[in-house]
């Protein structure tokens, strides 16, 4: 997420990183090329100014403590201030407390409205909401066609009206169907078009009047940089929208409307939208994205991930084997299956501190998971329980019937040999009483 931008403002700061002191010399070079980076990243080049202006403010009123380099200091600075651009805090989604919360989506046409539709859905449904997705795009070929599968495929319902070009009437009459059937929660995907115009602004406010949304989220694609603020804030100046969705925030995102959407339209961004799956999504915390830009990692989120999606049981199974040495194929088929639930790899290695930078130019095949997939379910049971049973005609065999090189399953059998011998040195190394320890930690 925004690798590039991270690395350049790493490389920015080295600049400041090796004084011995702050002066407002070296404190002006450095915010100099920072400022640069950041309108290089698309950032509003006003939002960029005041920036630089507050963080240098505070950089020049602060003593440099003889356990903090200045390149710490900045640091530390420009979280704080970044932070506090993107929002300060979380703003969680509104819920109706007394009646059907209804949330509609507005935004450009490509922006990923409806997608992001069966993402909420498939959120708010794993947070025991009463969902329905209502289908009120009626201008965009098969875009009703494409809300009903995606709501086939996470089990929640799509109200539509067949043959029907009046998205007002859809709109209003999908609240009552919802109420008749004890749906609490309406997601209402509307039509966007290429660029603003009368007519979009005209349809979503007349919707809007009509249903009174408990939120109306105005969602962007991130990718098209200071375009998605100008779009921001053509919409909130015409529809009033109560939070921000930036979509595709981990594509080739240089960031710009990540860090300038907040300061120019005042209204808080609610959620991000992380690739194509439907678990692809994010409540958004200004915190933890200005730790990732600046390269420090975002651990809560990853732990929070592993917390949402492995279950207990089988992460305490897991424990069980690694500690005893009976650690087989099965478990690790089962340990790939936990990874990809958590979401793609160049993601997660992202949140681990110090690792994200190094990602700019690695090359993270998402695909090697469903290659190691295949090659152990080729395997028979027999034989994912005792490696050693593998001998060359097997390995064949099992090369052949997953559609890999005997290459690739002798690589994988010399790479689970190597990590069931790192699991007994970890065993005769105290790895029970750090295990123990781990298990304890709590988030606050």
Avoid: W
């Avoid at 002006?28 to 963080?55: C, G, H, M, P, W």
């Avoid at 809007?208 to 990718?223: H, W």
């Avoid at 015409?238 to 925030?249: A, N």
């Amino acid at each position: 997420m925004l690798e590039d931008l991270s690395l350049k403002l790493d490389k920015a700061l080295k600049k400041i990183t090796g004084q011995g002191r702050l002066t407002e010399s070296n404190i002006s070079d450095s915010l100099r090329e920072i400022r640069r980076v950041l309108l290089d990243a698309d950032v509003n080049y006003k939002v960029a100014r005041q920036f630089i202006d507050d963080v240098k403010t505070k950089a020049l009123g602060k003593d440099v403590l003889a356990s903090v380099t200045p390149g710490q200091l900045i640091t530390k600075i420009m979280y704080d201030e970044m932070t506090l651009l993107m929002g300060g805090s979380n703003s969680e989604l509104s819920i109706n407390p007394s009646g059907p919360t209804v949330i509609l989506l507005v935004g450009l046409q490509g922006s990923g409205k409806t997608t992001f539709c069966a993402k909420l859905a498939k959120y708010l449904s794993s947070k025991n909401r009463r969902v329905m997705m209502t289908a009120a795009d009626v201008y965009r070929p098969a875009a009703i066609d494409q809300l009903k599968k995606l709501g086939k495929d996470i089990n929640v319902p799509v109200f539509s009206i067949d043959g029907s070009k009046d998205a007002v009437k859809i709109a209003s009459e999908s609240i009552v169907y919802a109420k008749e059937n004890s749906l609490n929660t309406i997601i209402i995907d509307t039509a966007g078009r290429l660029h603003v115009d009368d007519e979009l602004m005209d349809e979503i406010r007349t919707i809007k009047d009509k249903v009174n949304p408990t939120e109306t989220l105005f969602v962007v694609d991130s990718m098209i940089g200071q375009d998605a603020v100008n779009s921001a804030k053509a919409f909130h100046d015409r529809v009033d929208y109560d939070g921000i969705v930036l979509t595709k925030l981990d594509g080739d995102s240089r960031g710009g409307a990540a860090l300038s959407i907040r300061a120019v339209v005042n209204k808080p961004v609610k959620f991000a939208s992380l690739g194509e799956k439907l678990e692809s999504i994010e409540l958004f915390h200004p915190d933890r994205l200005a730790s990732r830009i600046l390269g420090k990692g975002d651990v809560i989120s990853l732990v929070e991930k592993a917390q949402d999606k492995i279950d207990l049981k089988d992460a305490e199974d897991m424990e069980k084997k690694l500690l005893s040495n009976k650690f087989d194929f099965n478990d690790f088929l089962m340990q790939i299956k936990m990874i990809k639930k958590m979401g793609s790899l160049k993601s997660l290695m992202g949140m681990i501190p110090g690792v994200g930078n190094q990602l700019k130019d690695a090359d993270v095949d998402e695909k090697q998971l469903v290659r190691v997939e295949s090659i152990i379910q080729s395997m028979t049971l027999k034989e994912r329980e005792n490696p050693k049973l593998l001998n060359g005609g097997r390995r064949k065999r099992i090369a052949k019937g997953s559609g890999n090189s005997i290459q690739d399953v002798n690589r994988l059998i010399k790479q689970f040999g190597e990590m069931q011998k790192m699991m007994k040195m970890f065993k005769s190394k105290g790895g029970k009483k750090l295990m123990g320890n781990m298990k304890n930690l709590r988030l606050n």
